[in-house]
């Protein structure tokens, strides 16, 4: 008897210890997340969307905006039909897709999707189509289906299309199924165009309906703010008219145009082709999105000498009169031998000749007098071989070689700009610093950023001086002499003031250049005493011919023969 007692009052300790740890599971380890639980039951919490802010041209006119949008989704208590018959009447509204036979392979597609969602274990409400337009939900809401509702969504639209796409970038998702921006202006103000989300929190009966006298708490959403830039809309339609033309007529692999204010930096226009629709990225390739005015290099060739005269002149090492002293011939530099592009040479050139030939040979001797390390301090303030800043995600730049690390080679290549990788956006704007009088600025989109009820202008850059005030008018007057006599003269339009240069550099491959394969260039600025624009084209890989001449220069003249009119430029006689 006194062991059954002691069996007994044994057991009953155990059955005592292991109810006081299932109760400390439950109500310490588990407490929260079945509070929690006890919460979701009797409390619902909603998102209140952010507005996404608007991009803006320089007149105000929409270069991103929002339109309504909606989720569909079921509320499966409600719902009283059959899961199938359901999916087939919303498949057919609800399907992507452009042709005939891949729209029918999607409605199937879609069909399935939406019974598999409809027939989800133990859901209650079920999302079943992101970013539905009006006229679909209207079309859904005539089936009078019975547990089927919407939510208000915005969906991203770009009412020009491919316009300035590698400007704009585009509205993706995230890793959690939320809007965010990519590349251009969307993904660098990324942050400000979405604005922050709010939330209402409520508590609800067993079916979801609001309890009267229940805790209520809302926190509204803070709207997007909206971007004016310096984009001037028509320069940009004439920009990427004229640049898909040029394409065409010259036979490029591809090309970019970019047109600026050097006195601010603004971007007035963009373009690049191939391109892509930011409405419809998804049917794209990835290779696409980047800007190859900001991401893509080369080597720059002949539009580089202005540079390098530029650092010389300011360094007074030369003047534009001063003589070239090797130019009677090939200039030999270690093992290689330096040419110039036509194989004839001048003895008596000046600088100003220099560059209105465009003389390799003469620009190898001007970068040799500047020596090494003042060539690199000029390439430096000049911006090449670091990020612009410009307001565009996915910026990059290639590495300038690292000062005192430069050989007799490197100099005397650098001079007529082969050796030496460069960005677009470098290239202009440290052109940009000549047009300027010799203060380089920093290149940017956007104008001024606004609000509700408010505006805040972006702080002007007031510029860094790195040119004499001579020495930019010096090498402004050289570039007007090689647009009227140089290489291209015979594009030059007549009575225009106009300061320019071509550039025809030879592609680098497997550590050799290809003998047939080049980018054209012209870079340019008028009127030049006071300029209204600086444009640089550049062409990739031309057919019809591989000089900049006959390619990049004429189209470069297309353009500015219509912003001549369009900015009210007058021919000075």
Known sequence: MHFRLKLLASFFLIAFLLLIGRLFFWQVIKGKSLASQARSQYQKSEKITAPRGNILGNDGSYLAGREEAYLVYAYLPEIVEEHNLIADKLAPLLADGEDEDNYKARISEEAGRIKTALNSDGAVWVPLKHKVSYEIKVNIEALKIEGIGFEDEEIRVYPEASSGAHLLGFVGKDDDGGDIGYFGLEGFYDQILSGKHGYVSRESDAVGLPILFGSLREVNAVNGVDLLTYIDKTVQHTVENALIKGLEKYGAASGTVIVMDPKTGGILA?????????????????????????????????????????????????????????????????KYTIETWNKVYRPDSNMIDVIVNSDNVGMAWVAQELGPDRLYDYLDKFGIGKLTGIDLQGEWAPVLREKGTWNIVDVAT????????????????????????????????????????????????????????????????????????????????????????????????????????????????????????????????????????????????????????????????
């Open 270 to 334: 963009q373009a690049s082709y191939p391109s892509y629709d930011p409405s419809f990225y998804q049917k794209y390739s990835d290779e696409l999105f980047k800007n190859p005015a900001t991401s893509a290099s080369f080597e720059p060739g002949s539009v580089f000498k202005i540079l390098v005269m530029a650092g010389a002149l300011d360094a007074e090492i030369v003047k534009p009169d001063t003589k070239c002293l090797v130019c009677q011939g090939p200039l030999p530099v270690d």
């Open 414 to 573: 650098a001079g007529f700009g082969q050796g030496v990788a460069v960005t677009p956006i470098q290239l202009i704007r440290g052109a940009g610093a000549i047009a300027n009088d010799g203060v380089i600025v920093k290149p940017k989109v956007v104008k001024k950023l606004e609000g509700v009820g408010w505006e805040e202008e972006i702080e002007e850059d007031e510029g860094e001086r790195i040119l004499s005030k001579k020495a930019a008018e010096d090498i402004t007057g050289m570039m007007i002499e090689a647009a009227k006599n140089g290489e291209a003269k015979w594009t030059h339009l007549r009575g225009f003031s106009v300061a320019g240069k071509t550039g025809t550099a030879q592609i680098p491959i497997a550590g050799h250049y290809d003998e047939e394969k080049t980018i054209a260039s012209f870079i340019g600025f008028t009127p030049a005493d006071d300029p209204k624009f600086i444009m640089l084209v550049t062409l990739r890989e031309p057919t019809s011919s591989p000089w900049a001449s006959e390619t990049a220069a004429p189209l470069w003249y297309s353009i500015a023969k219509d912003l001549f009119l369009y900015f009210g430029i007058q021919p000075e006689k």
